[in-house]
């Protein structure tokens, strides 16, 4: 996993940093550390590298195995909120789409996947909405909502006092 994170936040600099491709292997060799920074020495001693895509296929194939790849992509496809909150389960997902981007390519995708996993009642109410075009935003914004009105009801209701059945204060209140 630390590989696989090494390598977006490196192409997260490129994009930041605009960096041309010709450039990108002289940055990505020069934050290389430990084992990767001695492979990179042996890999360019032997058949140099010359664009940036040969440099992420080699890399992915010495750093990444493509078990742990498709491990990623079955706990993302089993993705369900659970106990977690909305906003724990929208950074579960986020975290493990990448590792099925061919799943959320799409608004449509990303919307559905979302809301397959979402708890009662929201799942129910989410899907009835990817018909009339629900984005994965609309579904989060209305999620987040919907935990928040129910933390709040519960708060107002262990606030409030006992009360009898004609909803009247019990005696000594």
């Known amino acids: 996993m630390e590989a696989r994170n090494w390598l977006k936040e490196t192409e997260d600099l490129f994009v930041i940093f605009e960096v041309e491709d010709r450039r990108k292997i002289q940055l990505a060799a020069w934050l ?24 992420r296929q080699r890399f992915e194939m010495k750093f990444l195995s493509q078990a742990e790849s498709s491990m ?17 389960y929208v950074n579960k997902f986020n975290q493990l789409a990448r590792f099925g981007l061919e799943l ?48 709040e009801k519960k708060e107002v209701k262990a606030e409030g006092t006992s009360q009898n059945r004609k909803g009247c204060p019990k005696k000594g209140q």
């Open 32 to 55: 290389l550390k430990d084992e990767a920074s001695f492979w990179w020495a042996v890999t360019q001693a032997g058949r140099p590298v010359e664009t940036w895509e040969c440099f």
């Open 72 to 88: 990623q992509m079955e706990r993302f496809l089993a993705l369900k909120q659970g106990n977690l909150t909305v906003k724990e």
């Open 104 to 151: 959320v390519d799409t608004p449509h995708k990303k919307a559905l996947l979302f809301a397959k996993g979402l708890n009662e009642p929201l799942h129910g109410l989410a899907m009835s909405h990817i018909p009339m075009g629900a984005t994965f935003e609309k579904h989060v914004n209305r999620a987040l909502m919907h935990e928040e009105d129910k933390g």
